[in-house]
Nanobody, 128 residues
Framework: QVQLVESGGGLVQAGGSLRLSCAASGRTFSSYAMGWFRQAPGKEREGVAAISWSGGSTYYADSVKGRFTISRDNAKNTVYLQMNSLKPEDTAVYYC?????????????????????WGQGTQVTVSS
């Protein structure tokens, strides 16, 4: 069982930065791949970034590549999403989630249905 709590969302102007954090409970955090998803009103949930159990592999959606950075600290049971050069289209509720597949090697795509545990979400609003 893993419980996830996101923090760090807020209102920022276009071009600004935010850092989201996701604190996890449970001793098995390091055995999960972790992902960040977002959902804007009227749109489907989108996987924007993911990281393997060790932090050695990462995935980014094309829409955020070069602007967002996912990282994790297994000693602190925390995963982060650094978001730079934010755009109004980044406005959404951001969720972190845990995938029981650790992602040891190979290609990876964050499918929401494969993630067992979800946080409550944090709102990110980017004004133009």
């Amino acid at each position: 069982q893993v419980q996830l709590v996101e923090s760090g969302g807020g209102l920022v102007q276009a071009g600004g930065s935010l850092r989201l954090s996701c604190a996890a409970s449970g001793r098995t955090f390091s055995s999960y791949a972790m992902g960040w998803f977002r959902q804007a009103p009227g749109k489907e949930r989108e996987g924007v970034a993911a990281i393997s159990w060790s932090g050695g592999s990462t995935y980014y959606a094309d829409s955020v590549k070069g602007r967002f950075t996912i990282s994790r600290d297994n000693a602190k049971n925390t995963v982060y999403l650094q978001m730079n050069s934010l755009k109004p289209e980044d406005t959404a509720v951001y969720y972190c989630a845990a995938d029981p597949n650790p992602w040891y090697s190979g290609s990876y795509y964050p499918n929401a249905y494969e993630y067992d545990y979800w946080g409550q979400g944090t709102q990110v609003t980017v004004s133009s």
